[in-house]
């Protein structure tokens, strides 16, 4: 079983960068595909990015399409999302998470394994 541990979160201006780190512990860590997702205060739960298990697949939601960039290092265990251009409205917990089935879903209920969740926070 996989665990995920997110890092990297924290304040910062518009217009600024973030890169968040999601540590995974346990086995098969390079058989899952991995995403981001994020959740503010008052709405649901929302796709950010996923990347294959491979590393050779991406994803984005529109809403972060050329600002967001999702990478893995399957030799750390690591997943990773770059973030440009940050807007007050990316301001959200981001949480990691893991599908071990299936390419290319979207829905939080599909994904099996979630992190803790680390808090982004957009300054206008």
């Known amino acids: 079983q996989v665990q995920l541990v997110e890092s990297g979160g924290g304040l910062v201006q518009a217009g600024g960068s973030l890169r968040l780190s999601c540590a995974a512990s346990?086995?098969?860590?390079?058989?899952?595909?991995m995403g981001w997702f994020r959740q503010a205060p008052g709405r649901e739960r929302e796709f950010v990015a996923a990347i294959h298990w491979s590393g050779d697949s991406t994803s984005y939601a529109d809403s972060v399409k050329g600002r967001f960039t999702i990478s893995r290092d399957n030799a750390k265990n690591t997943v990773y999302l770059q973030m440009n251009s940050l807007k007050p409205e990316d301001t959200a917990v981001y949480y990691c998470a893991a599908d071990s089935a299936h390419w290319g879903r979207r829905s939080p209920d599909e994904y099996d394994i979630w992190g803790q969740g680390i808090q982004v926070t957009v300054s206008s």
């Open positions: 346990g086995r098969f860590f390079s058989t899952y595909v």
